[in-house]
């Protein structure tokens, strides 16, 4: 690791999670895709968005927004039936949408990342602790459904190398610091929550929390996730003078929320985030 930091001198991608609200995401990387932009040499994915970012590294030009028309649609992976046991979203029907229904591209995605970096953020299920780790071809389908794996929504909990992880945002919603404390100072910020955000307790994320059948640590750490997210938001507005973020947010809340069986409001944000993304690559053009 560069003792500067794994980040120095390079441009980061960093992609907030939210469940289906990552549609909003999907639709900024396919804008990127049309175009072929891609200056970054490193990429940090959070919960929905380390599903998203592994399409777009794959090349897999609208095949995340394709995903989550199909997901929130199939019966596989809504279960109703089960959302006080297993949860509500079925995350291991994800192996099949990976490999055969909407299949990466592992090629691709590990030849695209030789000369760049990946992290995807998790929440050790054990003690709260957040970890930043970097997916290999064999680990890369479990460490994105850890890193998606929200209490009562889904399982709770997904094995990685032997170890129990959660959905990276409970810990690190939106890891800016992280990512300048590692010494990144050019940063690009695809955000699912709007610009006006203000973090709320009564939300599904903290409802979520009095669900929980786990430590006291994972407990506190959920019921504190919406601060979590206002302290990176305060991090950003305050940021070290060496450091710029650009960040493409949705100018409203989105239609979708961590869970939906609205296709409409799936391709409603979708759009929104082509829209985003089309005028972000358009400020860029007119800079040059």
Known sequence: MNEKGVFAGKKVLILEGGGFKTSFTGGVLDAFRSVSFDPFQSYIGVSGGSIAISYFLSNKYGYFYQCMRALCQDERFIQYSKA????????????????????????????????????????????????????????????????????????????????????????????????????????????????????GMFRPEYLVSKFLRASDKII???????????????????????????????????????????????????????EAGLNYLQSKKAHL
């Open 84 to 199: 006080f046991s297993d949860g509500l979203m079925n995350l291991d029907f994800f192996y099949d949408i990976a490999e055969t229904e909407f299949p990466f591209d592992f090629d691709t995605a590990c030849k695209e990342l030789e000369q760049k970096d990946y992290f995807i953020v998790l929440t050790d299920s054990q003690d709260g602790s957040t970890h930043y780790l970097e997916p290999t071809r064999e680990n890369w389908i479990d460490m994105t459904i850890a890193a998606s794996t929200v209490p009562m929504l889904t399982k709770g909990k997904h094995k990685v190398n032997g170890r129990h992880y959660s959905d990276g945002g409970i810990s690190d919603p939106i890891p800016i610091r992280w990512a300048v404390e590692n010494g990144a100072t050019d940063i690009v910020l695809i955000r699912t929550t709007h610009f006006d955000f203000n973090p």
């Open 220 to 274: 506190s750490d959920v019921e504190r996730f919406q601060l979590n997210i206002k302290a990176s938001i305060d991090y950003i507005d305050d940021l070290p003078k060496h450091v710029t973020v650009e960040q493409i947010a949705p100018k409203t809340p989105l239609n979708t929320q961590i869970f939906t069986t609205a296709v409409k409001n799936i391709e409603l944000d979708y759009r929104a985030g082509l």
